[in-house]
């Protein structure tokens, strides 16, 4: 028998970047840890479609999912730490619930009534987030509302979620609130009055919180929480310091010392915890690989959007995961493309380098250089979608000798297309979800580095991309040295390029930062930080 469902929704105030995302993982985690079978859905009240049109720069990195949608990032922090694949559905925009209740209006669904945020824009919310729990048998599903208290965007949702606490029950909901206690120096008071406003702002669209989360920089104080207790009407065990931690895999387990897992059953009505400790040994150790690596890797990393840590987190956690798992310290130094000009030279003391996606023609000769000049100087490159076509343009250049060698993407009109549209690609209009997305199915040749990585002739990886390797150059790069390892399709698309010569040469056409987890680094990057750590 499916017991009921209990939901966990996760608000955020004052202010955005606060680590709301983190909050619902480590809940999430928790739970998991205890045996519940536990998933996270994110709102996002803007009104894309999804992520897939927005600049990484400003929102962040585009997150692929095994079913090909593009998401909001905190998705990848939900897959990363449950380690579980989440489906595309979790990820919900007020673009979906308004074309779901427009095209049930077209269709005559409502025939007769006037059609209204409330109820027919929450009741789609609110399907929409019983359908994932039901749908995939959950204990728990956390859900985490975008933006902040107080944002009209947001509103309908929240509307949503406040009535479903009163549909649900009060001992099946759980409302969790993300504020900030800022100080204004390392020692000084922590400030309550954000918090205070922020909590007020919800109670006027009629939620009360059941738990705070405050973000910190120091250890919440008793005072601090002794007066957020009050004027949220929270009591004080219900309220958590969350501060600043070395590594966001430690917010877990600073949760669970202050008692929250406790507070959440107990609300939840949930009894006879069983035994976890088997759970926790194995999460411990995976959180404490990441500590104290004296053993330093320095990474180059090549691109166009790294301006903004965020817009490669996945890259940037990959290389993280890849580093703890054979004890390094991977130092990771960003290196925007498009101010490399030609001063190559500054690349030569790092251990790798890696050139992550990108779009566009803008700082593209960079990469290009930079991907030739890891070859000339055999060090270590992983090249990723942009990094793994640009690094077939560069061979093209200096090795076969296609002065011209180009992505259509960059130069249209190139005498040599080294890389060129994908053929489904030539008619497609819309610019929203039409990329070749989601995970597909790469075959792997025997006797290569893609299989000595891999293991295994089929593997599964996620795309996101519009352009491809010209097959009419094949024959011409494997007579001048470089090998396709892998290919899609019955060999209509290449995937894995390798330069068997050279000390580690991998280029990959598909996304392999998307199925790297903490514990379980994903292959090409450790053999990536392996080879970049022998000298
Ligand atoms: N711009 C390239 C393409 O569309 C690469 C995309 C990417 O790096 N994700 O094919």
């Given at each position: 028998m499916q017991?009921?469902?209990?939901?966990?929704?996760?608000?955020?105030?004052?202010?955005?970047?606060?680590?709301?995302?983190?909050?619902?993982?480590?809940?999430?985690?928790?739970?998991?840890?205890?045996?519940?079978?536990?998933?996270?859905?994110?709102?996002?009240?803007?009104?894309?479609?999804?992520?897939?049109?927005?600049?990484p720069i400003a929102h962040g990195e585009v997150f692929v999912t095994d079913d090909g949608g593009e998401c909001d990032m905190d998705i990848g922090n939900y897959e990363r730490f449950l380690n579980q694949s989440i489906p595309r559905t979790h990820n919900i925009t007020t673009a979906q619930i308004y074309s779901t209740v427009i095209e049930a209006e077209r269709r005559g669904e409502y025939l007769g009534a006037c059609v209204q945020i409330i109820p027919h824009v929450t009741d789609a919310i609110k399907e929409r987030i019983r359908k994932i729990a039901k749908g995939e048998g959950l204990d728990v599903l956390v859900v985490e509302c975008g933006g902040t208290v107080g944002d009209i965007e947001s509103l309908p949702f929240l509307e949503a979620l406040r009535q479903m606490r009163l549909e649900e029950g009060s001992s099946n909901v759980i409302f969790v609130h993300v504020t900030l206690a800022p100080s204004l120096d390392v020692v000084g008071e922590q400030k309550t009055k954000p918090t205070q406003h922020s909590v007020q702002e919800l109670r006027r669209i009629g939620i009360q919180p059941d738990l705070m989360a405050v973000r910190c920089s120091r250890p919440l104080e008793t005072s601090a929480k002794r007066k957020i207790s009050l004027f949220s009407n929270v009591s004080e065990r219900d309220v958590f310091s969350c501060h600043d931690a070395e590594s966001i895999l430690m917010v877990p387990q600073m949760l669970y010392d202050q008692g929250i897992i406790d507070v959440i059953f107990k609300k939840f009505g949930k009894m006879g915890l069983v035994n976890t400790s088997a759970n926790w040994d194995k999460?411990?150790?995976?959180?404490?690989?990441?500590?104290?690596?004296?053993?330093?890797?320095?990474?180059?990393?090549?691109?166009?959007?790294?301006?903004?840590?965020?817009?490669?987190?996945?890259?940037?956690?990959?290389?993280?995961?890849?580093?703890?798992?054979?004890?390094?310290?991977?130092?990771?130094?960003?290196?925007?493309?498009?101010?490399?000009?030609?001063?190559?030279?500054?690349?030569?003391?790092?251990?790798?380098?890696?050139?992550?996606?990108?779009?566009?023609?803008?700082?593209?000769?960079?990469?290009?250089?930079?991907?030739?000049?890891?070859?000339?100087?055999?060090?270590?490159?992983?090249?990723?979608?942009?990094?793994?076509?640009?690094?077939?343009?560069?061979?093209?250049?200096?090795?076969?000798g296609l002065a011209d060698a180009n992505s259509t993407e960059i130069n249209p009109s190139t005498q040599n297309p080294v890389i060129d549209l994908l053929p489904e690609q030539k008619f497609i209009e819309n610019k929203g979800g039409s990329l070749r997305l989601g995970a597909n199915e790469i075959k792997v040749e025997d006797n290569t580095l893609g299989f000595r990585l891999y293991k295994s002739n089929t593997i599964f990886k996620r795309h996101r991309h519009r352009y491809e390797f010209n097959q009419k150059y094949l024959e011409m790069f494997n007579k001048h040295g470089l090998l396709f390892s892998g290919y899609s399709d019955s060999r209509k698309r290449m995937e894995i390029l390798e330069i068997p010569s050279h000390k580690f040469y991998l280029g990959v056409q598909f996304h392999p930062e998307f199925n790297s987890r903490p514990g379980y680094p994903e292959e090409s990057f450790e053999a990536f930080i392996r080879a970049s750590s022998t000298a």
């Open positions: 017991t009921e469902t209990k939901y966990i929704f996760v608000t955020g105030g004052v202010m955005s970047g606060l680590g709301k995302g983190v909050v619902s993982s480590s809940i999430a985690k928790l739970l998991q840890l205890s045996n519940q079978k536990v998933s996270c859905v994110k709102i996002d009240p803007y009104l894309n479609y999804d992520a897939g049109t927005m600049n999460w411990n150790s995976v959180v404490n690989s990441f500590s104290n690596l004296h053993d330093q890797v320095r990474i180059a990393m090549v691109g166009k959007y790294v301006k903004l840590a965020d817009s490669y987190v996945s890259v940037n956690q990959a290389l993280k995961h890849a580093g703890a798992k054979i004890g390094k310290n991977v130092v990771i130094d960003w290196i925007d493309s498009e101010e490399l000009d030609g001063n190559l030279d500054n690349l030569a003391q790092y251990n790798g380098i890696i050139v992550p996606g990108g779009f566009g023609e803008r700082g593209a000769e960079g990469i290009i250089s930079t991907a030739n000049f890891a070859r000339e100087k055999n060090i270590p490159y992983l090249g990723i979608c942009f990094g793994f076509q640009l690094a077939a343009v560069a061979f093209g250049r200096y090795v076969c």
